[in-house]
């Protein structure tokens, strides 16, 4: 059970996700369609119950390339039924047959080239249809989802980002104390550990305090829809209209992604996440030492399209996130899972 704060309070009701994988259903939402032409092959994939990294191997074998060659938009979970897109370099050469890919588990939706490689991240978000199934328990089910729908939940990194009993993490503590390690995925994957704890560490202290949806002095806020972010100080006031901004959701509060370089937040702001992460020298420390530059996320995040209906003891959910966000962050404000081991794998 992770630590986290909760912007609902604690739920009542308990239930079990991923049963089996059509109960987490995702499907990619790239933003643009394939140009039609050029040196890289898009395909569209439906997996059930396989790993991206397994679909990515078999794409290699048969297009005969490298595996680095072959490039995905966002990793998927095994245990669930995902549409995804993968990239395979292939210039100046004819189109491979990918079909004995294809089985009772995985299929190839469509086909295409286009003259850009697909980098990871480069997809606008993703369509969730999931059940949550043997719901039981105390609360008002439909008051806490139109909560959630108004004011959204805590933006964390979900478990699978921290491996099986918080696994990476130790991995990434033995790293920056000396161990070395050959891999270069692993070390990305220790590293991406270490700053995941640190944001949902900073983002729960928000949320403790009782701050979470209110600007403060110095905050690092963040422009809907865009990465990028300003600090609130005497360039930009926080008065009157920078509130109104905030309400209409214009702005957005952040929390840091930890890396070298000062911390852009100011005052009040910068105290209370300086506090949140005080006892968190090794690994604040390991990411500066490893090159990685301060960064800002969404400290809330707001589901598009949220729909659901209760059937028994069974509650279906869907609704659309931006890329980089975690669905099981909307299922922990809804109930308590007691159902499935964490799929660590992706």
């Given at each position: 059970?992770?630590?986290w704060?909760?912007?609902?309070?604690?739920?009542?009701?308990?239930g079990r996700?991923?049963?089996?994988?059509e109960?987490?259903?995702v499907?990619?939402?790239?933003?643009?369609s394939?140009?039609g032409?050029?040196?890289?092959?898009?395909?569209?994939?439906?997996?059930?119950?396989?790993?991206?990294?397994w679909?990515?191997?078999?794409?290699?074998?048969l297009?005969?390339?490298?595996?680095?060659?072959?490039?995905?938009?966002?990793?998927?979970?095994?245990?669930?039924?995902?549409?995804?897109?993968?990239?395979?370099?292939?210039?100046?050469?004819?189109?491979?047959?990918?079909?004995?890919?294809?089985?009772?588990?995985?299929?190839?939706?469509?086909?295409?080239?286009?003259?850009?490689?697909?980098?990871?991240?480069?997809?606008?978000?993703?369509?969730?249809?999931?059940i949550?199934?043997?719901?039981?328990?105390?609360?008002?089910?439909?008051?806490r989802?139109a909560?959630?729908a108004?004011r959204?939940?805590?933006?964390?990194?979900?478990?699978?980002?921290?491996?099986?009993?918080y696994g990476?993490?130790?991995?990434?503590?033995?790293?920056?104390?000396?161990?070395?390690?050959?891999?270069?995925?692993?070390?990305?994957l220790?590293?991406?550990a270490?700053r995941?704890?640190?944001f949902?560490l900073?983002?729960s202290?928000?949320?403790?305090?009782?701050?979470?949806e209110?600007l403060l002095?110095?905050?690092?806020?963040?422009?809907?829809?865009?990465?990028?972010?300003?600090?609130?100080?005497?360039?930009n006031p926080?008065?009157?209209a920078m509130q109104?901004?905030?309400?209409?959701?214009?702005i957005?509060?952040?929390?840091?992604?930890w890396?070298?370089?000062?911390?852009?937040?100011?005052d009040?702001?910068?105290?209370?996440?300086?506090?949140a992460?005080?006892?968190?020298?090794a690994f604040?420390s390991?990411?500066?030492a490893?090159?990685l530059?301060?960064?800002?996320?969404?400290?809330?995040?707001?589901?598009?399209?949220?729909?659901?209906?209760?059937e028994?003891?069974?509650?279906?959910?869907?609704?659309?996130?931006?890329a980089?966000?975690?669905?099981?962050s909307?299922?922990?404000?809804?109930?308590?899972?007691?159902?499935?081991?964490?799929d660590?794998?992706?």
């Open positions: 059970m992770n630590p704060h909760y912007l609902h309070g604690e739920p009542e009701l308990s996700l991923k049963v089996v994988p109960d987490f259903v499907r990619e939402d790239l933003g643009f394939p140009s032409e050029g040196e890289h092959i898009l395909l569209h994939v439906r997996k059930r119950g396989q790993n991206t990294q679909v990515a191997r078999e794409l290699a074998r297009a005969g390339v490298a595996q680095r060659d072959v490039t995905w938009a966002g990793l998927k979970d095994r245990h669930a039924v995902t549409e995804q897109w993968f990239g395979v370099h292939l210039p100046g050469k004819d189109m491979p047959d990918f079909s004995p890919l294809e089985n009772e588990d995985v299929q190839i939706l469509a086909i295409a080239r286009h003259h850009k490689k697909l980098k990871t991240g480069a997809l606008k978000g993703n369509y969730f249809e999931l949550i199934s043997d719901l039981s328990g105390a609360g008002d089910l439909d008051v989802l909560a959630i108004a959204g939940v805590p933006n964390y990194y979900g478990d699978q980002r921290f491996g099986r009993d990476n993490l130790e991995q990434a503590r033995a790293m920056f104390a000396g161990r070395r390690i050959k891999d270069r995925n692993k070390r990305s220790f590293l991406s270490a995941s704890y640190l949902n900073a983002v202290h928000r949320l403790a305090a009782g701050l979470g209110q002095d110095g905050d690092c806020v963040m422009l809907a829809g865009s990465q990028s972010f300003f600090t609130l100080g005497e360039d926080l008065d009157e109104v901004r905030f309400a209409s959701g214009d957005r509060l952040s929390a840091p992604l890396g070298r370089g000062r911390l852009p937040s100011l009040e702001a910068a105290a209370l996440e300086q506090a992460l005080a006892d968190q020298e604040c390991g990411l500066e490893n090159g530059k301060q960064e800002r996320r969404a400290l809330l995040l707001r589901p598009d399209d949220l729909a659901w209906q209760r028994g003891d069974r509650l279906r959910l869907s609704f659309w996130l931006p980089g966000s975690y669905a099981t909307l299922v922990r404000e809804i109930c308590k899972d007691t159902g499935h081991d964490e660590t794998g992706e």
